[in-house]
């Protein structure tokens, strides 16, 4: 794990990457920060997780480590360790951390539940949608108090990492620990109107087959009967009206996605 403190002080604010080594984007921003000699008015703590595993180019070494919190000091399996020292390097902040996806190219934050921090601060970062996700959290950072992800875009590409220090910038500005870029003073980042929010309501399964396809679109609205998806011949229709979420052919192993509600908006 890589840590770097800037600013006097103990950090409140904290930025992670490479929760999984396979999405570099927010290793890249994080030392894009980093090298950035950002004037900060608050300190920070900027965090590169999973090195060995983004050394590896895979996702993780022995566990998932976004499914392991809060760790165990003591396990064999590094991921598991790992969560109980970035736990603990996390601790009194409010964290932004970054990943990336195989099935929507533009960001969206993704949070536990819509508390304070949340409500606060996603409406200043460069995001059209909210994913709340309280059903679907057991083992991930995101369970954890005043903490979001951010889904910076499609894994591996040059787009998703210019993303995420776009949303780590706007992060900053809206904690108060820098100018928003072209302000003079520490500002927050904006604010945008009417960020819609979603909840997920179940996964989609992913019947056996050697080719998939996908044919609705994240976000929008598909109706009872509509075909989205295909698993071979197969097509999966919906029983009723869903907007799917995290929907691609291939990044899951056992499911396509996710069933998802449209719960209202943030002003």
Same mark, same amino acid.
């Given at each position: 794990?890589?840590?770097?403190?800037?600013?006097?002080?103990?950090?409140?604010?904290?930025?992670?990457?490479?929760?999984?080594?396979?999405?570099?984007?927010?290793?890249?921003?994080?030392?894009?920060?980093?090298?950035?000699?950002?004037?900060?008015?608050?300190?920070?703590?900027?965090?590169?997780?999973?090195?060995?595993?983004?050394?590896?180019?895979?996702?993780?070494?022995?566990?998932?480590?976004?499914?392991?919190?809060?760790?165990?000091?003591?396990?064999?399996?590094?991921?598991?360790?790992?969560?109980?020292?970035?736990?603990?390097?996390?601790?009194?902040?409010?964290?932004?951390?970054?990943?990336?996806?195989?099935?929507?190219?533009?960001?969206? &934050?993704?949070?536990?539940?819509? $508390? +304070?921090?949340? *409500? !606060?601060?996603? @409406?200043?970062? %460069? =995001?059209?949608?909210?994913?709340?996700?309280?059903?679907?959290?057991?083992?991930?950072?995101?369970?954890?108090?005043?903490?979001?992800?951010?889904?910076?875009?499609?894994?591996?590409?040059?787009?998703?990492?210019?993303?995420?220090?776009?949303?780590?910038?706007?992060?900053?500005?809206?904690?108060?620990?820098?100018?928003?870029?072209?302000?003079?003073?520490?500002?927050?980042?904006?604010?945008?109107?009417?960020?819609?929010?979603?909840?997920?309501?179940?996964?989609?399964?992913?019947?056996?087959?050697?080719?998939?396809?996908?044919?609705?679109?994240?976000?929008?609205?598909?109706?009872?009967?509509? &075909?989205?998806?295909?698993?071979? $011949? +197969?097509?999966? *229709? !919906?029983?009723? @009206?869903?907007? %799917? =979420?995290?929907?691609?052919?291939?990044?899951?192993?056992?499911?396509?996605?996710?069933?998802?509600?449209?719960?209202?908006?943030?002003?």
């Amino acid at each position: 794990m890589d840590v770097h403190d800037l600013g006097e002080g103990e950090p409140e604010i904290a930025v992670v990457g490479a929760i999984h080594g396979d999405e570099p984007c927010g290793a890249r921003a994080v030392r894009r920060l980093v090298d950035a000699d950002l004037d900060v008015e608050r300190p920070v703590r900027l965090i590169v997780a999973n090195e060995a595993a983004l050394d590896a180019e895979v996702r993780y070494l022995d566990a998932d480590l976004n499914r392991s919190f809060p760790g165990d000091p003591d396990a064999e399996a590094h991921e598991e360790r790992l969560a109980d020292e970035l736990l603990g390097a996390l601790d009194g902040c409010s964290t932004l951390a970054i990943h990336s996806t195989q099935s929507y190219a533009e960001p969206f &934050a993704v949070v536990d539940s819509m $508390d +304070e921090v949340a *409500r !606060a601060v996603a @409406p200043h970062l %460069p =995001v059209d949608a909210v994913i709340q996700t309280d059903a679907f959290t057991e083992g991930r950072l995101i369970e954890h108090p005043h903490t979001l992800e951010v889904e910076a875009g499609l894994q591996g590409s040059d787009g998703a990492a210019d993303n995420a220090y776009w949303l780590a910038r706007a992060f900053l500005a809206a904690t108060g620990v820098t100018p928003a870029p072209g302000a003079e003073s520490v500002v927050d980042a904006g604010g945008r109107e009417d960020v819609e929010v979603f909840r997920l309501r179940d996964r989609i399964p992913k019947p056996d087959a050697e080719v998939y396809e996908v044919f609705a679109h994240n976000f929008e609205r598909v109706e009872a009967g509509e &075909a989205f998806a295909a698993a071979g $011949d +197969e097509q999966l *229709r !919906a029983d009723e @009206p869903f907007y %799917p =979420v995290l929907l691609s052919p291939y990044g899951y192993r056992d499911q396509f996605g996710y069933v998802a509600d449209r719960v209202g908006t943030i002003e």
